[in-house]
Nanobody, 119 residues
Framework: QVQLVESGGGLVQPGGSLRLSCVAS????????MGWYRQDPGKEREMVAT???????SYADSVKGRFTISRDNAKNTVYLQMDSLKPEDTAVYYC?????????????WGQGTQVTVSS
């Protein structure tokens, strides 16, 4: 199975930047679609960004132009560069691993890292 460990969250002022990292172990990282999701208490978890094994990227409309997802297969790591942060970006951010061709219920999730955007 896959183990995912996120890091990089914290407190930042509006307009600031953070870079989240997710290190994967336990399976072949390069064949996985990786993603970042976020969730506030009482709200539905939403997709923020994904990147396929071939490098195709998708972003939520709310973060387009501000966030960038990337991956380093040699380090088994996926990143989320977050720029021009807004208070509404405040959430717990979760790393997701999905193997193309498998059921989404078989996905793996990290423990989450808190991002707080506040003055």
């Amino acid at each position: 199975q896959v183990q995912l460990v996120e890091s990089g969250g914290g407190l930042v002022q509006p307009g600031g930047s953070l870079r989240l990292s997710c290190v994967a172990s336990g399976s072949i990282f390069s064949i996985k679609t990786m993603g970042w999701y976020r969730q506030d208490p009482g709200k539905e978890r939403e997709m923020v960004a994904t990147i396929t094994p071939s490098g195709r990227r998708s972003y939520a409309d709310s973060v387009k132009g501000r966030f960038t997802i990337s991956r380093d297969n040699a380090k088994n790591t996926v990143y989320l560069q977050m720029d021009s942060l807004k208070p509404e970006d405040t959430a717990v951010y979760y790393c997701n691993s999905h193997e193309p061709g498998t059921n989404w219920s078989d996905d793996y999730w990290g423990q989450g890292t808190q991002v707080t955007v506040s003055s």
